[in-house]
């Protein structure tokens, strides 16, 4: 509850009462004053308060994050081999906990003569899927505790595209705050995957 005339908006609107989301049940329940926006975090039953600063130094001199060049041949057509029924995979974090996710299946392809395999989160009828990889770069390239990658739903046909073109680190390359998840143990890639985000600065995983 706030008091009239503050200045914070909720959602974006002036409102003066609102219940809190947390950020990962839909979306969190923002609020903002200037170029401050706050919200609540839940992780494994403990609740705190998450601050950004949209004009921080940090963001505003932000000097980009360098690639591996754009190559076609990352763009890999799979199959996507759904999970009948759905089923929980475990997916550690930074922390040292686990949390179980729904996987509807996983995406299967074949490169550089291997075939690979990685287990999807999210479930069935999801118009996209994300995922959470390891590869033979990692450590010395591309950040230690893996990246992450969205991939569209499979078609009528379960055929399915993953474009690694699109792989991008997690918040915490930037931050040594974030709670990321980490690869589960299934979905650590005997490849180098040469496309996507490189390491950004001097973080890295432990």
């Not at 609020?31 to 130094?57: C, F, H, N, P």
């Not at 996507?80 to 995979?89: A, G, N, Q, T, V």
């Not at 770069?137 to 992450?148: I, L, Q, S, V």
């Not at 705050?177 to 496309?195: D, G, H, S």
Request: proline share 9%; hydrophobic share 35%; charged share 25%.
């Amino acid at each position: 509850e706030l008091l009239p005339g503050n200045g914070v908006t909720i959602d974006g609107q002036p409102l003066l009462s609102h219940g809190l989301a947390p950020d990962n049940r839909g979306g969190p329940t923002t609020m903002s004053y200037d170029s401050i926006i706050w919200y609540v975090i839940e992780r494994r039953g403990a609740y705190g308060v998450r601050i950004k600063d949209t004009l921080s130094q940090a963001r505003t001199e932000f000097p980009g994050i360098e690639k591996y060049p754009t190559a076609y041949s990352w763009r890999i057509n799979g199959k996507f081999e759904p999970y009948s029924p759905p089923k929980l995979i475990i997916v550690p974090n930074i922390l040292g906990t686990v949390a179980e996710s729904p996987s509807a299946g996983a995406i299967v392809f074949k490169k550089r003569g291997r075939r690979h395999r990685l287990d999807v989160v999210g479930g069935p009828g999801d118009k996209r899927y994300f995922v959470i990889f390891a590869d033979e770069t990692n450590g010395d390239e591309t950040y230690g505790g893996g990246r992450f990658v969205y991939v569209d739903a499979e078609d009528e046909d379960n055929d399915i595209v993953i474009d690694f073109n699109l792989s991008y680190n997690p918040p915490c390359v930037f931050s040594p705050y974030a709670t990321c998840p980490l690869p589960p143990k299934q979905n650590r890639l005997t490849l180098r995957v040469e496309a996507g985000e490189l390491m950004f600065g001097d973080l890295q995983f432990h």
